[in-house]
Each structure stands twice: as structure tokens, then as C-alpha cells.
């Protein structure tokens, strides 16, 4: 059984992922370090025994930890990170783990030199609607692909101090959302950035809509790539990729179960339709189970540090040609 601890009572944590890991096959959470000792209280509906730290180094230190989640706010993730891995705990970390690809070299090392599992909490490559996704990919179901498209919109206009409004807490749609319609596809079609454009709009310092367009490349060769990601548009998620024989559409692709039921649809002439459906599985859930596994056999785990480091790149690539508008 591996035993769990969080650092801090983020809503996230308390309303996803510290269920998950309660309710996940082959572990237990066991502690929350929080300042203020009231917000573990919605920790408790679910973990009456949790054990509550005043501090993020007092639970580090507890020896009746083994691994930690650690939902901070963006700018905190290398830190407490680096120092989890110090104290000798598994991490798991909220995207993004870093806010520079290069950041990761240091996670990388730390992991390599401890023998601890360290992963971001990437979860939607643990749901088998991703899965399925990259098999009909992997066996030409829709042929060469031509063409991808990604949106992913959510709108927190009335929430101005959210720490995704705020430029010092390492805020911004794309590192919120735009991990999820740029890795998504990295992870897929197993295909890297090419040629990128951007066009943002800026709030406060933030990026609350940003469109990319360009091309990336697989194994299939070169296609043209599309991506809008926001925090003030109403709510869309989808993926479609178009092949020169058939087309595959994911109309929950990362919040599945909550935006909507997980399906994955493949179209392969306007006679022929497969609709694969996956109505009841966490991808939360999932992501602990695989992470334990990988403590516990000391295999592989689905979304290694180094391909979490492809995609920062291909974030900070976005960053660096983006015009605003």
C-alpha cells in the first residue's frame, strides 16, 4: 500500500484528485499539509483519519509518507518538487512542473540519482479513450494524417484573483489548458512541433486566448496543426484528426466524465461510422493506479518526465513566436 500525502488544500485536490487517490487500488491518503487548518475539513469527508501538517516540511519529513501530490500554484512546482524528492517521497506533480523546458534537466537528474518515481500529473494519457486513439492512429485506420484540430475553452472572467488570472503565480490558458491541446497530439500521433505561430490576447499580463497554427511531424510525415485554447470563451473541448482515408473525433478529450461521456468516433468513408465509448472510468483513478505500479514493479510509466519536457518545449516555442493582438 503506498501512502499518500498533499501539499496544500487546493479545491483541485480536495474535489479530484485526493478522492482519487483514496478511492485508487493500491493506495491510501494518509496527510494534507495546510496553513490553515479548516480548509482540511472537505479532506475529511472522504479521509476521516487524514493526518493534517501545519506545514509543507513537516509532512515531507512524516517517514509515514511515501509518495506525494503536490497541487501548488504553478510557480511552486520545481521547488517543493526537488525538495519532495530530497526528503526521499514519489512525486506527482500538477502540470505544469516547471514554467522552462530546461527546468526539467534538474527533475530529470534528481529522479535518475534518487530512484524515485517522478512524473507530472499528466492524466489524460491514462484514459483508454487515449489510448484507442493512438491505436487507430498507430494501425492507419484514417491513413496519413492531413490535418489536426484541438479547442479547449473555459471562461473565469468573474474570478479575477484565480491563480490562472495572475502573471505571478505562473498563470495563463496555455499553461492551464494549452498542455492538454498540444500534448495531447504529441502523444497520439507521436508527433513533435515543426513550424508554429501564435496569436494571443493578453489580460493582466496572462494569455486568455491564444490560436496556434503550423505543422508537426510523426511517423506518418507532415500535417498542419491548429490549436485554440481560452479562459474567457464558453466551454468547448474536441480533437479531430484528419487522415486521407478517415477522420477521428474525441469530444470529451480532457475532462471525461465531467465535460461529458468519453467517445472517441471514427469515420471512415460518409457510410461508416465506429463509435467506441468509455462512460465510467476515472482517468484520476487512473493516473494513481499507473503511477503506483510504477513504484511497485519499477516499470515504465506512460508519461515520463521526458515527455513532459517535449511538451513545455513546444509551450515555450509557442511563447516565443506568439504576437499579441
Known amino acids: 500500500m503506498i501512502r499518500w500525502g ?32 479548516e480548509k482540511s475539513n472537505g479532506f475529511r469527508a472522504f479521509c476521516p483519519d487524514l493526518h493534517v501538517h501545519g506545514s509543507y516540511d513537516a509532512l515531507l519529513a512524516d517517514p509515514g509518507i511515501d509518495a506525494v501530490y503536490i497541487p501548488l500554484p504553478n510557480h511552486l512546482h520545481l521547488e517543493w518538487s526537488l525538495k519532495a524528492i530530497a526528503a526521499g517521497k514519489h512525486v506527482l506533480t500538477e502540470k505544469p512542473m516547471v514554467m522552462q523546458a530546461a527546468e526539467f534537466d534538474q527533475l530529470i537528474a534528481a529522479r535518475d540519482a534518487s530512484g524515485l518515481q517522478v512524473a507530472e500529473a499528466y492524466m489524460i494519457v491514462h484514459h483508454p479513450q487515449w489510448q484507442k486513439v493512438r491505436d487507430l ?7 496519413r494524417i492531413d490535418h489536426v484540430d484541438t479547442a479547449f475553452s473555459y471562461d473565469n472572467r468573474a474570478d479575477p484573483g484565480n491563480i490562472r488570472n495572475r502573471p505571478e503565480t505562473g498563470g495563463g490558458g496555455i499553461r492551464d489548458i494549452g498542455v492538454y491541446t498540444y500534448g495531447s497530439v504529441r502523444f497520439a500521433a507521436r508527433a513533435e512541433p515543426v513550424a508554429l505561430e501564435a496569436r494571443l490576447r493578453l489580460e493582466n499580463g496572462v494569455d486568455t486566448w491564444a490560436q496556434v497554427t503550423g505543422e508537426m511531424a510523426g511517423p506518418q510525415g507532415r500535417f498542419t496543426y491548429s490549436a485554440i485554447t481560452s479562459m474567457r470563451l464558453f466551454p468547448r473541448q474536441e480533437v479531430v484528426f484528419q487522415g486521407e482515408r478517415g477522420l477521428i473525433r474525441v469530444t470529451a478529450p480532457f475532462n471525461a466524465g465531467l465535460f461529458g461521456e468519453a467517445q472517441v468516433t471514427l469515420h471512415r468513408n460518409p457510410n461508416h461510422m465506429e463509435l467506441f465509448r468509455f462512460p465510467a472510468l476515472n482517468h484520476y483513478v487512473l493516473q494513481v493506479e499507473a503511477f503506483g505500479r510504477a513504484i511497485r514493479d519499477g516499470g515504465g510509466y506512460p508519461c515520463p518526465l521526458e515527455f513532459s519536457k517535449g511538451t513545455q518545449q513546444m509551450i515555450d516555442q509557442i511563447f516565443a513566436v506568439g504576437r499579441a493582438i
Open 137 to 143: 492512429i498507430d494501425a492507419g485506420e484514417i491513413g
Open 6 to 37: 498533499i501539499l496544500g488544500a487546493a479545491k483541485f485536490a480536495r474535489v479530484h484528485m485526493g478522492p482519487a487517490i483514496h478511492a485508487a487500488e493500491g493506495a491510501r491518503l494518509v496527510a494534507l499539509a495546510t496553513r490553515d487548518a
